[in-house]
């Protein structure tokens, strides 16, 4: 046991690890490196020039948009989604730490059928990085107004009351809305 600490020391004597280098000659010292990020969690951002996105899933979530061809843009995780009331909030994971990030939620418009006979729509998470390059592993909250899905399942099933399945672009998760 001794035999691996003392040659330890030894190896760091030879190497000049005991300290600073003498000031004859010798480079300067170095600060010891940063420590390595952690995943970090915070606020979805957006890119100059929009109005910034909600900060924490209990402030004003965007509006799911309704459009022709929903499509995935940049690499995204979806870890979990949570539906408080008419709002979806989404925990995310990707990669970025350089620049702003946005996402919006986007939806064709129609329904179709669950296994179980309810109404299903498939949802895409689309992920803007705006060219962010770096490789930070981000952690990230969105939240999102279900309002036009609960509105175009009232004008379909002239009813107040419903559940709709909610499926995800190119994930397992699912969610179920109801009202």
């Not at 179980?116 to 390059?133: P, Y």
Request: net charge negative; proline share 11%; with cysteine.
């Amino acid at each position: 046991m001794r035999k691996p600490v003392w040659s330890g020391l030894v190896l760091c004597a030879l190497l000049g690890c005991t300290g600073p280098k003498s000031s004859t000659g010798g480079e300067e010292p170095q600060p010891p490196p940063a420590p390595a990020e952690s995943p970090t969690e915070a606020p979805v951002e957006a890119p100059p020039g929009e109005p910034k996105a909600p900060a924490a899933p209990d402030s004003a979530p965007r509006p799911l948009q309704v459009t022709a061809s929903p499509a995935p843009k940049d690499d995204i995780v979806l870890k979990s989604v949570e539906l408080q009331g008419d709002t979806l909030v989404v925990r995310v994971m990707h990669s970025g730490g350089c620049k702003p990030h946005t996402y919006e939620l986007l939806w064709n418009g129609g329904f179709q059928k669950s296994a179980a006979g309810d109404a299903r729509a498939e949802l895409v998470l689309a992920h803007t990085a705006n060219g962010d390059s770096c490789e930070a592993l981000l952690n990230r909250t969105a939240s999102f107004e279900l309002g036009p899905l609960k509105q175009r399942w009232r004008e379909q099933n002239k009813g107040e009351h419903g559940a709709v399945e909610l499926r995800f672009t190119g994930s397992q998760i699912t969610g179920r809305y109801t009202f």
